[in-house]
């Protein structure tokens, strides 16, 4: 195992860690056990309750399934401009609960309604089950804007690892189905594609929260075994990534998916796309949990709540 080098770490993400350990089940044993631990691990991180306007559970029914949806609203205002958030977790693990401080923290700071979505996890729903259902998510949204309180002109689309992976290949879906509807994307340490790296290289150990065994894993209940690396279940920096709407791009500079943000950046500046790329040093793959303790996982927050009020927000009249 790698060491953590002392002075790549602050102390804050020391005292992170040492809350954080426990006795995390591993990726081979049952994917139940590691669910319950992987919120009871976040549970400590969502204390204390962020304070809104209102927040409120409902279910969509749609064609293909139901999904839980969790609506955050900083105001009473009747017509906000809305981010769809979709959880982390390797495909396999996470929710709204593990979820909750983070979406609590863009509604707040970016004065926008934010919708939680309980997308189907793996391995019980492979590759495309979550990407449809994610789809389908948006498409009702949009269509029923009054009882979300929404503006359906200005919605936009984030996430944070797994969870930035079904934003983008969702928004590639939806911009030959509606072109448009996405204004932005708000995409934190996603894995886009790629299969080795140095990032991946230099930092899949024990020591910085994500192993290859447990990529492997987490990949092998998204697609499959023996599905086809370099199909779009994925590769999304395979796709073609022209008329994209524009996105912000976090990355931390201690996690082996690094590299896949900064070729997903590159890769939409030579499709002619805008992508604002902001590397975090000093932190770790998830650390937007963090907050209460590390002042970049709120730094980070406060740039992506700056980036979505940048291009949904209404100027002043």
Not at 126 to 150: D, F, K, N
Request: charged fraction near 25%.
């Amino acid at each position: 195992m790698t060491p953590l080098p002392d002075d790549e770490l602050a102390s804050g993400v020391s005292e992170a860690l040492a809350i954080s350990a426990g006795p995390v089940p591993a990726a081979s044993d049952d994917v139940a056990a590691m669910r319950s631990a992987y919120e009871a691990g976040r549970a400590r991180w969502n204390e204390p309750v962020i304070d809104l306007a209102s927040v409120t559970n409902d279910v969509l029914r749609l064609d293909r399934c139901s999904m839980g949806v969790r609506v955050y609203r900083p105001s009473s205002d009747p017509a906000l401009p809305a981010l769809v958030y979709l959880h982390g977790g390797g495909f396999v693990v996470g929710s709204l609960d593990s979820h909750d401080r983070i979406m609590r923290q863009l509604c707040r700071r970016s004065g926008m309604v934010v919708v939680g979505v309980d997308y189907p996890l793996s391995p019980e729903h492979r590759h495309p089950e979550a990407v449809v259902a994610v789809e389908q998510a948006v498409l009702a949204l949009a269509e029923a804007p009054l009882a979300y309180g929404i503006d359906p002109e200005r919605v936009s689309i984030g996430g944070d690892s797994a969870g930035a992976h079904l934003a983008l290949a969702a928004t590639l879906r939806l911009r030959e189905r509606r072109p448009g509807l996405i204004r932005f994307m708000l995409l934190y340490y996603g894995l886009y594609g790629l299969r080795d790296s140095a990032s991946r290289r230099r930092f899949a150990d024990d020591a910085y929260g994500l192993t290859p065994a447990e990529l492997r894993f987490y990949d092998t209940c998204y697609r499959g075994v023996g599905a086809d690396p370099e199909s779009a279940a994925s590769d999304l920096l395979s796709c073609e990534l022209a008329g994209l709407p524009p996105a912000f791009i976090g990355a931390a500079a201690l996690d082996p998916l690094l590299d896949d943000s900064l070729a997903l950046a590159d890769a939409v500046a030579r499709a002619r796309g805008r992508a604002e790329l902001c590397i975090y040093d000093g932190v770790l793959h998830g650390f937007l949990h963090w907050s209460r303790l590390v002042p970049t996982a709120a730094e980070a927050l406060e740039d992506g709540a700056r980036a979505l009020r940048a291009a949904l927000l209404k100027p002043p009249s």
